[in-house]
């Protein structure tokens, strides 16, 4: 099977700018985790999606924001980019029936 | 609070030693606990992982074990090797929240030959 991919893999964005990032599960996994990974903070959970529904939140602004289409494939999206946005976004996913998590590579965003 | 912690961060040990990593955590309904290896510029791999209904599990150089009572599981790589030099990450789950994964800070291994 093919794994978790995303795209783009790196973006450059200024701050005010807004971006989305995508997230391709691995056939047959309906559920679609995102973190936030930094050198200060590690990884930080920000939403997890199941059947175009979102589960759970973590502790992020409003600013940050997903959403899951009918194939399983996630976006999430960050409004009015602040410095302080820039890490590595990485989702997860897995099947409805098993904790068994698998990253994709991840989005490195830059906010200059 | 709900958080996982992990010790120690970093962690140097010669070729062939063993390299121990352990993490607490707070939530007692938890039951599920991966570990994750990250290399460098590559993105965080499941290497193990053990439920609450055993108490060790080995795969190969690798073990984890665990201690419900104290609420803490480790992580045990015998015969370590350079290509086991990584960060490697813990994560349990927040029952209450719907199993929301919380994960530690990070443990960077360097292995010297």
């Known amino acids: 099977k093919a794994g978790v991919t995303q795209t783009p893999r790196y973006l450059i964005k200024t701050r005010g700018q807004q971006v989305t990032l995508s997230c391709s599960p691995i056939s047959g996994h309906r559920s679609v985790s995102w973190y936030q990974q930094t050198p200060g903070q590690g990884l930080q959970f920000l939403f997890e999606y199941f059947s175009e529904t979102q589960r759970n939140k973590g502790n992020f602004p409003g600013r940050f924001s997903g959403r899951q289409f009918s194939n399983s494939r996630s976006e999430m999206n960050v409004s009015t980019l602040e410095l302080g946005d820039s890490a590595l976004y990485l989702c997860?996913?897995?099947?409805?029936?098993?904790?068994?998590?698998?990253f994709g590579p991840g989005t490195r965003l830059t906010v200059t | 609070g709900e958080n996982v912690e992990q010790h120690p961060s970093t962690l140097s040990v010669q070729e062939g030693d063993s390299a121990v990593i352990k993490c607490t955590y707070s939530d007692s309904a938890s039951n599920y606990f991966p570990w994750y290896k990250q290399e460098l510029g590559k993105r965080p791999q499941l290497i193990i992982d053990?439920?609450?209904?055993?108490g060790e599990k080995k795969d190969q150089r690798i073990a984890v074990t665990l201690n419900k009572t104290a609420k803490h599981f480790s992580l045990h790589i015998t015969e370590t090797q350079p290509e086991d030099s990584a960060v490697y990450f813990c994560a349990a789950p927040l029952r209450r929240t719907g199993n929301q994964f919380y994960f530690g800070t990070g443990t960077s291994l360097t292995v010297i030959p």
């Open positions: 053990i439920r609450s209904n055993v």
């Open positions: 997860a996913s897995r099947t409805t029936s098993s904790y068994e998590q698998y």
